[in-house]
């Protein structure tokens, strides 16, 4: 007698062996009793398994659904928020920062940022020769530099005079 | 006409509207069916169901279409299950000896030794057979039991099991023997 085709009992019964294969279990099964058996009580198991009452417990469908849907706006929510943050601070940082070295360029002239000098004699030239701009400083700080960099052109022929 | 399975995914990945809505309709009882299958538990059925799902709409766009729309979710959906089953088995772990797969391994011992002699006086009637089935499954491994569930109650075949389980269609015969031996052995066959 062959061995016992153990594993092919079921695909046997489902149909889904090969032709040479199906020949070789059944030649087997026609010898062993003890397959016939277990195919046999195979197949009632199989039916009951397919016959015996949904042993999930019920759910409620609408409340799987809309659960569902809060996950997923959820997970999707993240994304959509991280893209708002990451996307403001870095242009307002570029700003501000564009907008110090215009003011700094604006203050101290074309040269300002030549190697080698004095830095504090420099800047007390700075202060000594640019005090008008200094003294304009309420108004530089009322004007909104940041968001409007022509303003810094327009420095030096803003007055006290016009700003009323 | 009814649009079929794969036609509603491939809409699901062009995010046309309703497609997501009419899939999860269309599955969404099967899906439970199949997680409760696995986890044996009401919340966490619920839970890796709605997470396949969440897998399907975001991955809807990698569906080939090489196989049938049911296959390729419920692989996503087991996965989803058995991943499950993973996270959590590390803690129980801790408060037990012995997991599925040491349960499964005894069976396996089990299964060698001779039959038990039949005695009549004992057997259940068809009834509390039809009603214990489920019970008993209940003991089998996690892959055992999808691999159940899969043939017995979805229809599907060996092959199919095999490309959702991601293993062989040999492993899957083996699972699906071992799974019947032990079922024949803790209810009995033949009414």
């Avoid at chain 1, 110090?100 to 800047?123: H, K, R």
Wanted: proline share 6%.
């Amino acid at each position: 007698m062959t061995p016992h085709p153990s594993d092919r009992l079921l695909p046997y019964l489902r149909g889904e062996l090969a032709a040479a294969e199906r020949a070789a279990v059944d030649t087997h099964l026609a010898v062993c009793a003890e397959c016939r058996d277990t195919v046999r009580d195979f197949a009632t198991i199989a039916e009951r398994l397919a016959r015996a009452p949904e042993p999930a417990p019920p759910i409620h469908w609408g409340a799987f659904r809309a659960q569902l849907h809060e996950k997923l706006d959820r997970r999707q929510r993240p994304v959509a928020t991280g893209r708002r943050w990451s996307m403001g601070p870095v242009p307002a940082t570029l700003a501000a920062g564009l907008a110090a070295v215009l003011l700094y360029l604006g203050v101290l002239g074309p040269g300002a940022l030549t190697p080698g000098g004095n830095q504090a004699s420099l800047e007390g030239e700075v202060l000594d020769g640019r005090l008008d701009v200094v003294s304009q400083l309420d108004l530089v700080q009322n004007l909104d530099l940041f968001e409007d960099f022509d303003a810094i052109d327009r420095l030096d022929p803003l007055a006290p005079s016009q700003e009323s | 006409m009814e649009r079929s399975d794969e036609a509603l995914c491939r809409d699901v990945a062009n995010r046309e509207p309703g497609a997501f809505d009419l899939l999860v309709e269309r599955y969404q009882e099967r899906a439970y069916r199949i997680a409760w299958s696995v986890v044996r538990d009401r919340e966490d059925a619920k839970d890796c169901a709605q997470e396949a799902f969440i897998r399907l709409h975001d991955a809807a766009g990698s569906f080939a279409g090489e196989s049938k729309f049911s296959t390729w979710f419920y692989r996503i959906l087991v996965n989803c299950c058995l991943d499950h089953r993973r996270r959590g088995r590390g803690w129980r772990r801790l408060l037990v000896w012995r997991d599925a797969e040491d349960e499964d391994q005894t069976s396996d011992l089990v299964e060698r030794q001779p039959a038990p002699p039949d005695d009549p006086g004992e057997r259940m009637d068809e009834d509390q057979k039809m009603s214990r089935i489920w019970e008993a499954v209940e003991t089998l491994s996690p892959q055992q039991r999808a691999a159940v569930t899969l043939q017995c109650r979805e229809g599907l075949a060996t092959k199919e099991i095999a490309s959702v389980l991601g293993t062989s269609e040999a492993t899957v015969r083996v699972h699906l023997h071992r799974a019947f031996a032990t079922l024949r052995r803790r209810v009995g066959g033949t009414p």
